[in-house]
């Protein structure tokens, strides 16, 4: 479980990465740590997508 306060950090790291990826900073060129983040999220969602559509 965690903090409220590490979901704050969280939701300020994700904006932070998006902010960069529109400044046109390429995914490549975030920190190896926000690529790997960004990545998960994506996994993350991809997999509660799949889960959602087997349901209905």
């Known amino acids: 479980m965690t903090t409220i306060a590490q979901r704050n950090a969280a939701r300020r790291n ?4 998006i ?3 529109k ?6 060129d975030l920190p190896p740590r926000t690529r790997r983040a960004l990545g998960k999220e994506g996994a ?4 509660a997508r799949r ?3 087997t349901l209905h």
């Open 44 to 47: 993350k969602a991809a997999a």
């Open 19 to 21: 902010s960069a990826a």
């Open 14 to 17: 994700i904006r932070k990465a």
């Open 51 to 53: 889960r959602h559509d």
């Open 23 to 28: 400044r046109d900073r390429t995914v490549a």
